[in-house]
């Protein structure tokens, strides 16, 4: 049996932290009790402060909770946290400091060597950090989890399988990323408007660094990196929602084109066994068509939160590619952060 | 001095047939005297067929001029093929049999081991192979020339002066295409809508292996490949015109970054030097912004016969990695076209 | 209680028709027993012969449905059509002639004199006209019932208050329609990519005409048309799915502005009465924010089924202006003709 | 003969003073020597300070020129303003003040009585107001002329040949705007993507206000409005540049299609006869396709200065209605204001 634990929103108004609300309006295990952001929205109600940007109407549950300042004293049992990555590694600071469970979607703190990286489907072992940081916080009872980048969380989900099962060597992502990555307003519309941007601020080493924590070992209390090559070139895209990757792989071992395609179709791992609330059926779905995955029709599947793979061909420099597909604000951010507490609220590190 | 040509225009109301219109009004030595359209627009003159889709009106001169089938006796010197694939084959080889020299954009006889896959900045000796045409051909005196696919000639221009300095390993390509190069109508709106789609029918082989034959060796009558590896994967992106990659590549031999960037920028050959009508003066265009190029704001660099290079950094997996950019039916198919028909004219094989 | 009626699609694979696979799966008392199509497909299995474009995955009880041709043959009680306009007057007539209701989203019979043009929170008295079709064909059993082209049905269930409560003297609207409404492939994107089209065909006289029908009064077995004068121009912008109309109505009478949003706001009918399964709550759905509403965030109020006002002022020529908006292939088109059916099983006209 | 006058642009890093630095480079009269900005640019130089937004590179003459405060200092002999609403009050009278005279794109002082409100195919003898400025500030000898909002002047250039012909009574315009004519960062590109904005700020109001005073009659030292009924509703759709309108108007006397079109086409004033460089030779283009103007198609004609109409037809509420289109940061911005200065150059009111 599940108990409901008490939640605030760190940054509530923005484009992620709507998310959150969206995604918890109705959770069994999560209520909001508090909502916190740090532009001039403080001290109004949350309808009157949020321009709801998401399809659908702002659940009538948040409406008149008040906006509050982005501080310790929120009246809730953990904090999920989606602000801009300036003022994060202050506040997180502040809210762990003051003993709350921080799990965050914020740049901050990743590669923290005592802060785990979660994606629970692949490294959930890591929580074993939050012992690491509670040791050197004589006193302290909080700690910050955190979740990857958007565009990391979809590769890392595409190459684990293929990490456990071959080992890989080196991977190449080139991805097309969607304008709700750059959060509201974000990316000028006639910036966009029938363009392609080459660069994302720190996208690229985002992706180069933190896939090597993800699927590192876990070694006493810090993370040994994964022992890969990764490259990325990033783009932003005239898309919504959806982020995209061109996907090559070289791998340790041989493996089979069907070797591999069952190693994606069939991953499987303890979020599911615990069928946690967020986790989808299918981690990984594999597309046949020759021209998916595509993000209008496939950024919803498992409600945001399974990946899409399409196209696995051989590949004439590395050993096979591929295209990879998720919803970056679901499984991406907001999704993420809530499956990394339900994972923790079912291994005992939330109570 | 030069003579003036008379040419016709085989598929003239498609959108490459619009540019070859566009491109050849007012040149100095070709002028438009045949246009031929395989659609029911034969017996009508152009203003009547053609829905004009290119910003600006239709040129006057072309207006009264009737319409054609794509057959062998129009009343010109040479004709620019813009033919569908599927009849291409066959009429651009009626054309050849009956004494025409065709300069074709379409992939029909591309790799055809007696016809030039040319691009006059890389390997104009490839026209030596006009000969092996004849020859095989008693009595004809018509013959083939081609252009590359447009996003190949984009990826050739960019390696060919690190294969000519370098030499080149391996190469991977990641490619964001504008929807002009579908033709009309192409891909339907509902399709590309808030969307990517991963995939181009036969883009990654033409790409894949039209590359080799380009930066080939002539060997007597026929073209020695290239010894390199090229991957390619192909996307269609919300963008009217210019094509996008993202390119890494391995070469053979070390070299510094800024011995790259040099040999980007200080790229120039024949067609410069003989001051072609359509040749940029500048081949490519090396960028040092961050977020350059862009389609939108470079793919008319150069009136659209540039190329645009930017992002250039050492990558993790290959040597190094950068953007390129051109406009897909500028450079990368009338225009190249037309280039390949000026340097012809110029070393003597239309007269 | 109700009971299922077995239902056949025609003109199953286009937008339309995917619309009415969506929305009858699960549907209470209609069930898809025959799938039609006049294209090529027939003879497959629908999962072979369509390309789902919807969000989501195609329903699985359809997939193994044999695609078969729209000829009276089709194992069902009543008939779905969404046929081109130009096969749909013969075959939906050869439908009715052999017995079948048919229930019809094409334009082809709409402006029949005895066929009723539905919508159901207007006009339900209009299916009256049945009994004239069954009385001008002997031993004839079917009949034609349809419903308005997708802008008209917007347009008039925002008069439909104000006509009753106030009269109309005048209407001028001005629309902007996304592009499922031209069907698949539709409208090319490089026709929409960075531009607004001013031309729909056939568009503006739909709207002018059907409009007087629609609001038009039962005498015997015709209708009289609505005393009205009705001006449409039609734009087709680029946004997927959710047509706006800025709209200026001159009254016959006097009425407040709080009269006015009173009469959208509270306006209900008959299949709110009835609960008819795809009836929404609230038909107008009234938003008083200065920039609402929008096709993106409001076109799915009401699953679909509502339609929303907003920016309802004063109008300096008019009496009063607005903006309103609906999903035009929900509530302008599959959903329209499956409310209709539902109105006609609760009133007897199927069974 | 003309002389070569030095301008100032004030608000020269903005989406329209790009416009402004674009349209002056190379003209015959006016040579830029200052450039101010609002912003936090001031001190570096224009190529430091402003992010080329245009296609095309920024002028090479510009590029070192140092970026000032907007304040009445710059050593020039009069300035272009397109500065933010807000601040343009304060700064354009001070420049005023000083001598300066101010040719103005903001709406500051657009109603104010003495000032023209100036399109000069419209009402060039508005001038004269200029006269009534300079005697209420004794010793000032500056002066400020406004061109109308982006929308307005289209409107009325279109409404000017049916006023002066027939006589309008009443005017209903809804438009369909461009993404830049709310400047940079202006819209986000999420607020826009696959949807449309029913709103923008002050709009309707300006277009309701601004063109009666732009077809009004001159009287002594004040301008009489026009008397006529005018209705906006104004919509931003995503579209980079091109302002589109759909319009119906009533005429005051009986007209004829024939005499609508003939009077739309055959209009030309004093700036055509006067051959002022900026002024198009065809004011107003007809177009008889069913489907044009066109935003992508049709915003360039005439270098951006000539309005196009179409679609024009009777209609059932007032008498006719049409299509109408330009470019907004040309003919509706920059090029309006320099127009402007042309034609007050060409008049002694500059020297």
Request: with cysteine; hydrophobic share 40%.
């Amino acid at each position: 049996m599940t108990k409901t634990l008490r939640v605030g929103i760190l940054g509530a108004t923005g484009m992620v932290g709507q998310r959150f609300v969206e995604l918890l309006e109705n959770h069994p295990q999560f209520q909001i009790t508090a909502l916190a952001a740090s532009d001039r929205s403080q001290g109004k109600t949350f309808a009157e402060a949020c321009t709801w940007r998401l399809a659908g109407a702002m659940p009538e549950s948040v409406k008149t909770l008040a906006v509050q300042a982005p501080e310790p004293t929120l009246d809730c049992d953990l904090v999920f946290s989606s602000l801009p990555g300036d003022i994060a590694r202050r506040t997180e600071g502040d809210f762990a400091a003051a003993g709350y469970p921080v799990i965050s979607n914020s740049s901050a703190f990743r590669m923290d060597h005592d802060v785990p990286l979660l994606i629970p489907e692949i490294n959930p072992e890591h929580l074993a950090l939050i012992d690491a940081q509670k040791k050197s916080s004589n006193g302290q009872h909080g700690f910050i989890v955190t979740n990857p980048n958007c565009s990391t969380i979809m590769l890392a989900l595409a190459l684990a399988p293929l990490h456990q099962k071959f080992g890989i060597e080196s991977v190449i992502a080139t991805t097309m990323q969607a304008l709700s990555g750059a959060g509201y307003p974000g990316v000028a519309s006639l910036a966009i408007s029938d363009n392609v941007l080459p660069f994302i601020e720190s996208e690229e080493e985002k992706i180069e660094q933190e896939t090597l924590k993800i699927l590192g070992k876990l070694n006493g209390e810090t993370i040994d990196d994964a022992q890969m090559r990764v490259s990325a070139q990033c783009h932003r895209v005239n898309v919504s929602d959806g982020h995209l990757a061109a996907v090559r792989v070289k791998l340790k071992g041989p493996a089979k084109i069907d070797e591999v395609k069952q190693a994606f179709s069939s991953f499987s791992a303890l979020p599911q066994e615990l069928k946690l609330h967020s986790a989808p059926e299918q981690v990984i779905i594999v597309r046949e068509e020759k021209d998916r995955p595509q993000p209008r029709l496939d950024r919803d599947a498992g409600n945001g939160m399974s990946i899409t793979i399409g196209r696995l061909q051989p590949d004439n420099v590395l050993d096979y590619r591929f295209v990879v597909l998720s919803h970056n604000t679901i499984r991406g951010a907001a999704g993420a952060a809530i499956l990394n507490a339900e994972l923790m609220l079912a291994m005992g590190n939330l109570k």
